[in-house]
């Protein structure tokens, strides 16, 4: 079965960095897709960004310019480099997964989800 493992949340002042990872299986990672989203307090789910297995990223717009996705076909895992973090990036960050090829920005499209991981980022 498919698993998704969020990891490397915590607590960061405003300015400062985190790196996410998720790790994947019981996929065929090669040709799958792999996107991060965030859920803060109150709020619906945001995408934050998807990298399919050509590497071609896409950014949410309230991300672009800070925050990075790369992924390691080798080791299935995908990170998340968070740098110049705001108070409004609080959230709980989750990792989920398609089979195939996909740009897709929307919750819709991916299929399989971790459970995420907490970042909280104070002022």
């Known amino acids: 079965q498919v698993q998704l493992v969020e990891s490397g949340g915590g607590s960061v002042q405003a300015g400062g960095s985190l790196r996410l990872s998720c790790a994947v299986s019981?996929?065929?990672?090669?040709?799958?897709?792999i996107a991060w989203f965030r859920q803060g307090p109150g709020q619906e789910r945001e995408f934050v960004g998807t990298?399919?297995?050509?590497?071609?990223?896409t950014y949410g717009d309230s991300v672009k310019g800070r925050f990075t996705i790369s992924r390691d076909n080798a080791k299935n895992t995908v990170s998340l480099q968070m740098n110049n973090l705001k108070p409004e990036d609080t959230a709980v960050y989750l990792c989920?997964?398609?089979?195939?090829?996909?740009?897709?920005?929307?919750?819709?499209?991916?299929?399989?989800w971790g459970k995420g991981t907490q970042v909280t980022v104070s002022s």
């Open positions: 990298i399919p297995w050509t590497k071609s990223v």
């Open positions: 019981g996929l065929r990672f090669s040709g799958s897709t």
């Open positions: 989920a997964a398609r089979g195939d090829y996909t740009l897709g920005t929307s919750i819709s499209e991916y299929g399989f």
